[in-house]
DNA sequence: ATAATTTGACCAAG
DNA sequence: CTTGGTCAAATTAT
């Protein structure tokens, strides 16, 4: 705890508050279960992520083997080695020659698309991205799509992040994100789970995802640089950088990424979907994939190997992973 | 009309 | 030099 970050702690803090909170809603859960079975599975994987995460940050420092085996199809594990050294790492936010290069935190999950599952599926935590750039990687047979999130000339949120198709295994995506949100969009997720009893429709979706969800859920952290550092560029005034726990939320109002390349059309993601599933929002997206794995890279600033790993269901603090699919031609 | 994406150019870092 | 990340004009979608 010692030579951990302010970024660190907070985000330490946020998990086990999430835990907390994520508890309570599970006990209300078991009280009242209409019909929902899924619900409940949820929430114990979202606070089993929370207080792995937690506890990996405690141990930090440790080598701490979070192999367990969880409730069905989650499974955690580590692994080392980037796939390959791609040097990922450079803002040009930051020219200051002075200033030596901050990294910003980053996190990378991989995602799988299930083939087999509903394609249309619009899997998304409820950020809303707007891509700003592709370029072909060395070595990668497709190309990465960057992505930044659209609230940023609003609000000022630097979150970015990039979408990388595997090389091999053209149903896995690499999503790497870097930067934290600092929209108002980052914290309104876990509240509106225990509140969407009214709107059958997204509920229902929601559980739709939910158990595309749990196919094959597969986390695995894995080791980047995480960099506790603070917003480098940005007016301060823009950027509230204060992130506090998920106790406020604000409806979400953006959603928009519509894009079905070849395989089915956006068709059913013209309601406004706006409930929550899995600690996200889902958005009126139409990106054609699923999540099956999903393993994540983080690391703190130490020199430890391995550290922190996050959910797409708002694991950490403000960070909830999106998932944007970029058409990028399936040709190299 | 506005908004989002595409795509080549540009730039910094290695 | 090469490579990855971003910008921004042009294009496309809404």
């Known amino acids: 705890m010692e030579n951990m970050g302010e970024w660190e702690q907070r985000s330490l803090i946020n998990e086990l508050t999430q835990g907390r909170e994520l508890t309570r809603q599970l006990q209300a859960c078991l009280h009242a279960p209409p019909s929902s079975n899924q619900t409940p599975e949820l929430l114990v994987l979202k606070i089993q992520a929370s207080y792995e995460k937690a506890l990996l940050m405690l141990n930090s420092n440790t080598s701490l083997s979070i192999d367990q085996p969880q409730s069905s199809d989650l499974a955690i594990r580590m692994s080392e080695s980037p796939p390959s050294p791609r040097s990922e790492d450079s803002d040009r936010d930051f020219k200051e020659p002075d200033k030596k290069r ?109 158990l595309s969800f749990r196919r094959e859920l597969e986390v695995i952290t894995r080791d980047l640089d995480i960099g506790d550092q603070t917003f480098p560029n940005y007016p301060s005034s823009m950027a509230n950088i204060k992130v506090e726990n998920n106790l406020v939320f604000s409806p979400p109002v953006v959603g928009n990424n519509h894009f079905a390349e070849n395989l089915s059309s956006p068709a059913t993601s013209s309601r406004m979907n706006s409930d929550c599933l899995l600690g996200s929002v889902d958005f009126p997206n139409s990106e054609p994939q699923q999540l099956a794995g999903i393993y994540q890279t983080a690391a703190s600033s130490t020199n430890s190997p391995t550290v922190g790993f996050d959910f797409p269901f708002g694991g950490a603090d403000q960070f909830h992973p999106n998932f944007t699919f970029d058409n990028n031609g399936f040709f190299s």
Not at 110 to 131: H, Y
């Open 102 to 210: 901050k990294a910003l935190p980053r996190w990378a999950q991989q995602v799988r698309v299930t083939p087999g599952t509903a394609l249309e599926e619009p899997l998304d935590d409820g950020f809303s991205w707007r891509k700003y750039g592709q370029k072909d990687i060395l070595g990668a047979k497709y190309p990465r799509g960057y992505y930044r999130c659209s609230l940023r000339n609003v609000q000022g949120c630097l979150a970015r992040k990039q979408v990388q198709r595997s090389d091999e295994d053209p149903t896995v995506f690499e999503i790497t994100y870097r930067g934290t949100h600092t929209c108002n969009l980052a914290s309104r997720v876990m509240h509106q789970e225990q509140q969407g009893s009214s709107n059958q429709q997204s509920q229902k979706h929601s559980q739709d995802l939910v």
